[in-house]
């Protein structure tokens, strides 16, 4: 009865009947408990009522049922799967983010090596979008109230936003940034605009603050500050399919690259009957999501529609991916809005110097650095692709003897581009294999008597043992160069081809000593990363046919950092591994 009196007004209560039981519930109800073959109580815990420590405690239940027994021990099998690849687990075994009671709920700090990663997230997609021309801006973490009444987030996000800051100076009320946009349309109006200068795209990796309850916070995936890989293209109504289609193509990109091949397009509609949770005209938002629907179909993307879901100045498409085990998660979003411009008058010359105002198209490919790094962590269960790893190689010195010899090989790796800690801890060899397996890193190099002597190194694979063969390292300090040996990082990048599956790996003369690769020249270690696709897109195989697999071959090829050397596996057949200039990348 209290919560009927306080929290329910009339017209909003519902009742469900089932023969001659009613409950305060919408329903439905099963007819019959029958139905149910197999149930699992899954947690229980204690709640106070109505949050109050004060008042009674309830016993919550919770528990899931299947009409089969199988299908209730595949989800408990998916269910265990999980709980090891719980991104806060293993963010915290990979020391890669944190969180503190006295830094606040729900605001992550990012430790050493997960910035690492994430820089280098951000590096990706910079050059992911180096051919498209975003120019990248940086904007402060707060705004004039003022700000977003004109674009509508105050009215709308009133809830999900921190409240208003009160300076000294009267009516001066600031507000900590909900999102990018807002910003994004006074960089645009900050001079006149002409039909010639659009697109205009305007990227940031934009921070910005949502104020979630605490009940609902959860690791990476729902924080109270999230940093978006946001950006804003501002373009003529003639322009919004084709530049719609080029950040399609971006974000399939991101997705083929971390191995997320099974994705779901979903056009999120808003719903008319729903007035009050959207602004702009009829007109405007038939408009924009008939756009969306024109550009997927011109890239054959299949989609499926959602009333409701859209935000509310505009229509967007939401990418769901499933991850290893099936489980979906939204990641990249686009967005068409013809209702921003309008708010903040935002306007270009036109061809016969008239006034028009431009169309804004959001884009985030990731979503967000934060729940994208979550995803890829429980995704991968940790094991990230190489170039993108923390630490790619772990120097284990069986005692503190051999330290010197460990730090004249990370001394050595470190200048190949290898990231190589040495773990000199006073601890056994087999604590410290243990530690690092937790840690995922991708190879250990075992160093003890036999190999600072003779100037050899043991390999050792994440989860794979020890391998059979040793390499004498290749070291300026440690032995005077042997062709006929191949060097540390010669023998790291045997391995790393060893990883593609044992694949033939075909890239053609496209790489000269200047540094070309397919007529782009590569200025840098990022453009040297990613050249793969063009590669593999340009070069058919030795029969003159297009290779079925030289594109994806060509990609991880890139994407692990190998260089143009030639490897011996072994008995195996040595492989031939090109890459512009020679140049050696590991990422």
């Known amino acids: 009865c209290e919560h009927i009196e306080q929290d329910l007004e009339d017209g909003t209560i519902t009742t469900y009947t089932q023969g001659n039981f009613t409950d305060l519930c919408r329903g439905p109800h099963l007819m019959s408990t029958g139905l149910i073959k197999a149930v699992k109580i899954t947690s229980v815990a204690g709640a106070f009522w109505r949050g109050d420590a004060k008042r009674e405690q309830m016993t ?12 209730l021990d595949e989800y408990l099998v998916v269910l265990e799967e999980a709980k090891k690849r719980d991104h806060r687990k293993i963010g915290k075994e990979m020391e890669l983010f944190m969180f503190s009671e006295r830094v606040g709920k729900g605001l992550p700090i990012w430790l050493p ?3 690492q990663l994430r820089l280098r997230l951000q590096e990706l997609l910079r050059s992911l979008l180096k051919p498209y021309n975003y120019q990248e801006v940086i904007c402060p973490g707060i705004g004039g109230k003022s700000l977003y009444v004109t674009s509508g987030h105050y009215a709308h996000y009133g809830k999900d936003a921190f409240q208003p800051i009160q300076t000294p100076e009267e009516d001066e ?15 645009y109006a900050r001079k006149p605009r002409s039909y010639k200068d659009l697109p205009l795209r305007i990227a940031e990796f934009g921070t910005v603050f949502r104020y979630e309850k605490s009940g609902e916070l959860h690791g990476l995936t729902r924080v109270r500050t999230f940093t978006q890989d946001d950006a804003h293209i501002f373009v003529r109504s003639d322009q919004v399919k084709s530049e719609f289609e080029n950040v399609i193509d971006v974000i399939l990109k991101v997705f083929k690259i971390f191995g997320f091949e099974n994705y779901e397009a979903q056009i999120s509609l808003h719903d008319p009957k729903d007035t009050e949770k959207y602004i702009g005209s009829d007109e405007i938002w038939e408009e924009s999501e008939n756009a969306i629907r024109e550009a997927c179909k011109e890239k054959g993307l299949e989609t499926h529609e959602e009333v409701g879901e859209a935000a509310f100045y505009g229509p967007k498409l939401d990418f769901m991916v499933k991850d290893a085990i099936g489980r979906r998660w939204q990641l990249g979003t686009i967005q068409v809005d013809y209702n921003l411009p309008e708010r903040f008058k935002l306007e270009y010359t036109a061809e016969d110097n008239s006034k028009r105002t431009p169309v804004m198209i959001h884009r985030a490919p990731f ?14 269960a940790g094991h990230f692709p190489l170039w993108l790893t923390p630490d790619q190689v772990a120097i284990l010195p069986i005692s503190e003897k051999f330290n010197d010899y460990a730090q004249k090989v990370r001394q050595y790796l470190d200048k190949q581009g290898v990231r190589a800690p040495v773990d000199d801890r006073n601890e056994k060899i087999g604590r410290k294999i243990r530690d690092n397996e937790s840690k995922r890193v991708s190879y250990m190099v075992i160093v003890g008597e036999k190999e600072s002597a003779e100037c050899l190194l043991s390999m050792r694979k994440q989860g794979g043992g020890e391998q059979e063969h040793e390499h004498r390292a290749d070291h300026p300090v440690l032995h005077q160069r042997q062709e006929q040996h191949p060097g540390v990082a010669e023998h790291l990048a045997g391995l790393f081809v060893f990883d593609l ?24 270690v990022d453009q040297v990363l990613y050249a793969g696709h063009q590669v593999a897109e340009q070069n058919p195989d030795e029969h003159g046919q297009e290779d079925p697999q030289g594109e994806e071959a060509a990609e991880e090829t890139e994407l692990l950092g190998l260089w143009r050397h030639e490897v011996s596996l072994g008995e195996r057949k040595p492989k031939k591994i090109r890459i512009a200039s020679g140049v050696p990348v590991f990422g």
């Open 367 to 380: 979503g967000s650095l934060e729940r994208f790094t979550a995803v890829l962590i429980e995704h991968t």
């Open 113 to 115: 090596k997960g910035t």
């Open 60 to 71: 919550r239940i919770y528990g899931i049922s299947f009409p089969k027994k199988k299908m």
């Open 501 to 524: 599956g044992q694949r033939w790996v075909h890239h053609h003369d496209q790489a000269d000593g200047d540094g070309d690769v397919g007529g782009a020249h590569l200025e840098s």
């Open 173 to 187: 009320e600031y507000m900590l940034k909900p999102m990018n946009c807002p910003h994004h349309c006074e960089v």
